[in-house]
């Protein structure tokens, strides 16, 4: 009768690395007797004949690892060097997610309204009244829930070349990030 309920799916076993005997589960199919004989006498996946030699595919060095751990494409010696190659190759249509081209983030109703500001500022800079065509959002499309809530004629304002950098600047000076985090949390939650 067996001592223990598993008793007959045990088997006797004799470690290679440290010569003594063990028993063990049938199904376990265990070689070693412990991790400590596991990694000094026969783990396969260490063995120097089991490692390869890659160059980097970004810098160039000699990478050694194990086989089993050459698995992609790219061979890379670290992160850093991963994310510089990838910074330079995977852009535009070479990028999975690429969709193409530039998309029209201004949203519907932006034509109609850049044209009416031009119209009601007789084609002139607000700032310094030269002949003007560029339209500018004082707040800017970003800080609106939908696009189009950016382009009320309040919230537009024709500038020459000139001005409108000076335009962008003194929205940087007036109202600095947190200030424009906040104000897009409150125009969003209404």
């Not at 800017?140 to 001005?163: G, T, Y």
């Not at 950098?165 to 003194?170: L, T």
């Amino acid at each position: 009768m067996p001592r223990f309920k598993n008793e007959n799916h045990t088997v006797e076993k004799i470690c290679p690395t440290c010569k003594k005997a063990f028993s063990s589960f049938l199904s376990l199919n265990k070689i070693y007797c412990s991790l400590t004989c596991y990694h000094q006498g026969g783990n396969k996946h260490c063995r120097p004949e089991n490692k390869l030699t890659k160059k980097c595919d970004y810098c160039g060095k000699d990478v050694t690892r194990p086989a089993s751990n050459f698995h992609a494409e790219k061979t890379f010696c670290d992160y850093a060097c991963m994310a510089k190659w990838q910074s330079c190759n995977i852009r535009q249509e070479n990028h999975p997610r690429w969709t193409g081209g530039r998309r029209n983030t201004r949203g519907c109703g932006w034509r109609v309204a850049r044209d009416e500001a031009r119209r009601l500022a007789k084609g002139r800079c607000k700032m310094c009244h030269v002949k003007a065509n560029t339209v500018h959002h004082k707040i800017p499309v970003r800080c609106f829930k939908s696009p189009s809530d950016a382009h009320s004629q309040s919230n537009l304002i024709v500038l020459c070349p000139s001005c409108h950098p000076k335009m962008e600047k003194i929205f940087r000076e007036t109202m600095p990030l947190l200030d424009l985090i906040q104000w897009k949390n409150q125009n969003n939650s209404v």
